[in-house]
């Protein structure tokens, strides 16, 4: 008896475990706590081919399991019950409904079911023009000022530092280096000392000091500043009714500083990409590109958040690929496998270029480095070798969906390079991506990626190590924005 009981045992532990590891039951253990589906998508469930699935707000999303449909209410909430069939859920009004999965009586899981807006944009490609102007002056460097017969530098000894952004000068806001020098030659002139009023990251810091006057009776603070940044970079996508823009896909930040800069205003212009630096290992390329028509604003640049530049267009680019909106994939969409991305090579003529997305992160908040792309287009690594400066903002496009940008190459191999997702974009664009319409939108993590510096170039020094990264990528290597 106990042998045959211990048989029993044995054969019951081995069904269990072949349960375990079995497609369906892996499926069902893989649902997240919270499915997100788009009004009008209909989003297929991987579950159990047994049981039954209910909802408790069937306005919100319904579940489909072939054509029968039963509906029923009660008192308390009302219930769409699958009972044969594929499962589905079809969505309906925004907001938010519990899904419960359960066999009988017994119920195995409670999954909310998040129903968003539609959203739809038109994707990008074309070269665009990046002209910055700080909300304030930048603070890049000290200097020594030959004073008497010693030399010194009245803003270090003051405390002033690197990367700190000088707003205001004795009460009035400054916007500009010729703003600063006409209150330094003031206050010399008049033997005062000057209150700088500083941004230090979120702080605020005041502090006092006297101009120095050099050899030749100027007056000076012993800083150097700067008010401006300029360079090129990709339009990632613009939506025709809002008239909203992102591009980039990462931070702008200064050359000397590397920190990102405080946007008083900007816009971007029309670029013409005249030549390409092919990039190797070790040496990554970069687009040379001229800013046409200065003169000429495409739109108005009013953020530069960790996930790129964004603003309102003041008018349509041109050339385009696409004229109508497309839909965007939410980050939980995107694949593994071939994809394609947008930009141009030459002139302005925007162009597909056949990728590879490598690996994806799961990100349930913003954050960048989203995914891990490769170049596998025989054109594009014959004319740049892959990914090169300049590149930043071009649109990844996946099953007919806008799913990221690319933001990053790696200098030891530029075929491959770094993408974020389109959704994390799109917040910082100011599109609300929630079930919830009154819900706020989690702000993203500080975190610092490339920078502009001279018209149509990018700095070369910047590089900083990558983590490890999943399948098919070493795990170190630098990076640069793309």
Known sequence: MSLSRKTIGLCLMALSVLFAFSPPFQRFAALPDEIRVVQGAVKPLSLFSFGSVTVDNPEVVQVERSNAVQTASSAS???????????????GDVGSSRMAVQVGAIPLRKVTVSVIPELRVVPGGQSIG?????????????????????????????????????????????????????QVRAAGLSGRPLVLQLARGSDQVQVTLRPARD???QY?????????????????????????????????????TRQPIRVGDGVIVPSDVTSIEKGNSGEPGQKRATLFDENRTLGKIEKNTPFGIFGTLTETPEPALFREPIPIALAE?????????????????????????????????PAT????????????????????????????IQNGKLVGAVTHVFVNDPTTGYGVFIEWMLRDAGYNLDANPTATNKPPRAQ??????????????RATKVGKCRRKVRPTRKELPG
């Open 77 to 91: 909430a009302s219930s769409t019950r699958a009972s044969s069939g594929t499962w589905v859920l079809l969505p």
């Open 130 to 182: 990046v002209k910055l102007r700080s909300a304030g002056v930048l603070v890049v460097g000290h200097y020594l000022v030959p004073h008497g017969d010693r030399s010194l530098s009245p803003g270090r000894e003051a405390g002033v530092r690197v990367g700190d952004v000088i707003t205001a000068i004795d009460g009035t806001t400054v916007q500009s280096v010729g703003d600063v020098e006409k």
């Open 215 to 217: 050899k030749d009776g």
């Open 220 to 256: 000076r603070l012993g800083l150097y500043i700067r008010d401006t940044a300029a360079g090129v970079g990709t339009l990632t996508f613009y939506d025709p009714k809002t008239r909203r823009f992102g591009a980039l896909g990462h931070v702008i930040s200064d050359v000397d």
């Open 333 to 365: 969409e995107v694949r593994e496998g071939p994809a394609e991305m947008l930009t141009v090579v030459e002139g302005r003529k925007v162009e597909r270029f056949s990728i590879e997305i490598v690996s994806v992160s799961a990100q349930r908040f």
């Open 369 to 396: 480095k989203s995914m891990v792309i490769r170049v596998t287009d025989p054109r594009l690594l014959a004319k740049t070798g892959g990914i090169v400066q300049g590149m930043s903002g071009s649109p990844i």
């Open 448 to 461: 610092a990626g490339g920078f502009l510096c001279a018209p149509g170039t990018f700095d070369r020094n």
